[in-house]
T-cell receptor, first 117, second 115 residues
Framework: GAVVSQHPSWVICKSGTSVKIECRSLDFQATTMFWYRQFPKQSLMLMATSNEGSKATYEQGVEKDKFLINHASLTLSTLTVTSAHPEDSSFYIC?????????????FGPGTRLLVL | AQSVTQLGSHVSVSEGALVLLRCNYSSSVPPYLFWYVQYPNQGLQLLLKYTTGATLVKGINGFEAEFKKSETSFHLTKPSAHMSDAAEYFCAVSARSSNTGKLIFGQGTTLQVKP
């Protein structure tokens, strides 16, 4: 149980284009979803927290107009990297929390590797 | 503010040897504590967590961790390392008072297992 999927698993795009990454909780409803960014050999950096039906809360230093997050349902959140540039190349990981008595636990997706040329 | 420190960015052990990965936290109130494992090019898998109750927590793959409030530590151990344990390990904390479950991660420790 508690499976989270991400699509696509990897993507290569040209500079200036937009890329959408999907995060789905497959067997539970996620009241909260999180988006992280991870550079090689580094830890995860939280980008934003999103709750179903409301605006995402972005961490300091994360451009909300560049990294658009939509949490339209209790099982789906999307991250859109707008006008991507090479410096946006990274490993993006989402996680989902069931809320309630398991609010403190996050279940992670397999990640999406983005390469911007 | 909460913080997590993992002592040792790289730990190397022989197969069959004891694994000890260190994690210390800084928080005015003991937080929820987690250990996650990450294999190359994959997401994170929850190994174990401490929320309340017994301070020795057993997780998957033979790992366990002990919450020591007096030492503000949550070290991860495994009696006998296996080659498949080679991975990146992250300690994380979450404030009990948080209504978002936001995690703060340590820097990570790479575990190498030598044959």
């Amino acid at each position: 149980g508690a499976v989270v999927s991400q699509h696509p698993s990897w993507v290569i795009c040209k500079s200036g284009t937009s890329v959408k990454i999907e995060c789905r909780s497959l067997d539970f409803q996620a009241t909260t979803m999180f988006w992280y960014r991870q550079f090689p050999k580094q830890s995860l950096m939280l980008m934003a927290t999103s709750n179903e039906g409301s605006k995402a809360t972005y961490e300091q230093g994360v451009e909300k107009d560049k990294f658009l997050i939509n949490h339209a349902s209790l099982t789906l959140s999307t991250l859109t990297v707008t006008s991507a540039h090479p410096e946006d190349s990274s490993f993006y990981i989402c996680s989902a929390s069931p809320g309630g008595v398991r609010q403190e636990t996050q279940y992670f997706g397999p990640g999406t590797r983005l390469l911007v040329l | 503010a909460q913080s997590v420190t993992q002592l040792g960015s790289h730990v190397s052990v022989s197969e069959g040897a004891l694994v000890l990965l260190r994690c210390n936290y800084s928080s005015s109130v003991p937080p929820y504590l987690f250990w996650y494992v990450q294999y190359p090019n994959q997401g994170l898998q929850l190994l174990l967590k401490y929320t309340t109750g017994a301070t020795l927590v057993k997780g998957i793959n033979g790992f366990e961790a002990e919450f020591k409030k007096s030492e503000t530590s949550f070290h991860l151990t495994k009696p006998s390392a296996h080659m498949s344990d080679a991975a990146e390990y992250f300690c994380a904390v979450s404030a009990r008072s948080s209504n978002t479950g936001k995690l703060i991660f340590g820097q990570g420790t790479t575990l190498q297992v030598k044959p």
